[in-house]
């Protein structure tokens, strides 16, 4: 595309028809912009010039979108370029020609201008529906290139075009994105059929949450790491009046107190630096439904004191904002710390913690609850076996000793990944100890053999002889000594001979 599309107004008419027809068939936004600086940049003939966008996350309230003949450092910094013309240009959304720097009573001392010796420049706002979304910026290091008036009227046709191309790519990509979110919450939503479990402590579980699912009472779940305590949280929020309205998780520990508290609660336009635009925050996005906080002991006092003021009064204030909002969630709270020790210590608020234990639910982790590994495995083998395409059918019968003797520290989290593994590593329909890769047996299952044993059975047998013995003979007590199922310990003993 040549310069002189900006010559007479019909040829004008034509290239900016060409041009919408061009930009309309890019379907990502780092190539569109790219097309629009490079369009940009052939239609005045400038030397330089960067596309610059609007952005809430970044600190300096923009982000440098696309470039060309600027060096990594000037786009970082935006030294080298008139950052006054620029930062005019960002904040009241009218386009601005220089000329002629060298001669112009506003520029010519200019100390971007005189240290980089820029002859002209021209910097044109992106808008759309009154609103500015960022900029485009070019200019001229030599007289050959010339920015004149003249071309201002075309230039910010362009400029209206362009933005509106990029505004519509990213609600593309705002509806992808929601589309992707919509999807994962679907397959999440299939997934609570992961918590599974036919032992004691699970059914105590699943009894909690019948009960409690369709009120609006605050739950704490507590466990170790890896026992599912979020698949908890999403199966009260499925089983509850809630369930058609959102369903928000945070890890509080995944983010430093001044950011967490940004995404919690929200924050104004200008409440600090990098806030350039309103934000709502997530407990006002789930009003209506659920949102589960985990790891709940590392919020700081602050972040306690809004919290418990949500739960109280269901209120909330944003940050820098007087306004008071009202928001109708239900929390669910969850955490692998003591939080009893965390209020002795004063590092956790007691009012507070009343306030999110109104029940509690406690997840066992898998060794205590070893009758669930077979159940929980097979579950894991038949989505990744279909999900990888791979024929296999089952564990070999050692496989399954395997992992009924292994402690498993890392909870079902580690026996899924274990069980994915696996699943790739197989060459066999059935899964092999080999395949699982476990560490060696736990201490306290290896403190159990006798001197003599040298095979997983033996150090089995020996430790089931002892179980059996201390308790008489008696099985359930045996059973629970050992962490085993009631129903496993019978079936050893049958096929021992014991």
């Known amino acids: 595309m040549k310069s002189e599309i900006l010559q007479p107004s019909t040829d004008s008419l034509k290239a900016l028809s060409r041009i919408a027809q061009t930009v309309s068939c890019i379907q990502e936004i780092e190539p569109l912009l790219k097309k629009v600086l490079e369009i940009a940049i052939q239609m005045l003939t400038a030397e330089r010039g960067f596309v610059l966008l609007k952005s809430g996350i970044n600190e300096k309230g923009f982000v440098v979108k696309s470039s060309s003949n600027l060096t990594e450092a000037q786009i970082t910094s935006l030294t080298g370029v008139s950052t006054s013309v620029a930062a005019q240009v960002m904040a009241s959304g009218e386009s601005i020609i220089v000329s002629d720097a060298d001669i112009d009573p506003k520029y010519r001392k200019n100390d971007s201008i005189v240290l980089q010796k820029i002859q002209s420049i021209a910097c044109v706002a992106l808008n759309v529906n009154s609103q500015n979304i960022g900029i485009i910026y070019l200019d001229s290091l030599t007289r ?22 990029i505004e519509n790519l990213r ?80 890890v509080c520990g995944s983010l430093p107190d001044s950011l967490l508290e940004s995404e919690l609660f929200g924050h104004k336009r200008g409440a600090f630096t990098g806030a350039v635009t309103d934000k709502k925050g997530l407990l006002e996005a789930a009003d209506g439904g659920t949102f589960f906080l985990d790891e709940i002991g590392v919020l700081s006092a602050q972040i306690q004191t809004k919290l418990l003021r949500v739960l109280q009064e269901g209120e909330i204030k944003r940050i820098g904002e007087s306004r008071v909002r009202k928001v109708d969630v239900r929390i669910v709270s969850a955490t692998n710390k003591k939080l009893t020790d965390l209020i002795e210590s004063g590092d956790f608020d007691e009012d507070l913690y009343n306030r999110l234990n109104t029940i509690s639910v406690t997840l066992p982790p898998l060794c205590d609850r070893v009758s669930d590994v077979p159940l929980l495995a097979h579950h894991f083998l038949d989505k990744y076996a279909k999900k990888k395409q791979q024929k296999i059918t089952g564990f070999s019968e050692t496989a399954i000793d395997a992992m009924l003797t292994y402690n498993w520290p890392g909870n079902v989290r580690e026996l899924k990944n274990t069980i994915e593994r696996a699943v790739i590593l197989a060459r066999e329909e059935l899964i092999t100890p080999t395949d699982l890769r476990l560490p060696e047996i736990n201490k306290s299952t290896a403190s159990l053999e006798t001197e003599t044993a040298t095979t997983l059975r033996e150090i089995q047998e020996n430790a089931v002889k002892k179980a059996l013995k201390k308790h008489d003979g008696n099985i359930p007590e045996a059973a629970r000594t050992l962490e085993v199922s009631r129903r496993w310990l019978q079936y050893k003993v049958k096929e021992w001979g014991l």
Request: glycine share 6%.
């Open 144 to 165: 050959n290139s010339k920015f004149t008036e003249e071309i201002l009227p075309f230039l910010t046709a362009f400029s209206n075009q362009a933005a509106i191309a």
């Open 171 to 250: 609600l593309v990509q705002s509806l992808r994105e929601e589309n992707n979110c919509l999807r994962i919450e679907i397959q999440r939503g299939q997934e609570l059929g992961e918590i599974i479990g036919q032992s004691a402590q699970m059914q105590k579980v699943f009894d909690v949450i019948k009960q409690v699912a369709d009120s609006d009472i605050s739950v704490l779940v507590e466990g170790d790491s890896g026992t599912g305590k979020e698949l908890v949280a999403r199966a009260l929020h499925t089983n509850s009046q809630r369930k058609d309205k959102p369903f928000m998780a945070l």
